[in-house]
């Protein structure tokens, strides 16, 4: 028998326990346990396409070639298009 890695946690599901208890039934995992390890390492994959996607944005702005537009300038010109859109004034 492998001996556990850490000490055990205690871990309140709510209403995803059934889904978790469904997953076991259906034989496709041997406990719950095992359930929210596969969600953990789901949720590692997920960040880490974000973070990938976050950097290529960046990377894609910063090479950016056009000059940069001050703060208020980019403010404003969202203040006249949102009230544009919504027939309020500015």
Known sequence: MASRAEKPVTV???????AAQDRVKSGR???????????????????????????????????????VQPAEEVRSGLAARHAKRTGKGA
């Open 12 to 18: 309140t599901l709510g209403p995803l326990t059934a």
């Open 29 to 67: 995992y041997a406990s719950v346990s095992e359930v929210v390890r596969a969600g953990l390492r789901a949720l590692d994959r997920e960040e880490a396409l974000l973070d990938e996607l976050l950097k290529a944005r960046v990377a894609e702005a910063l090479a950016d070639p056009r000059p």
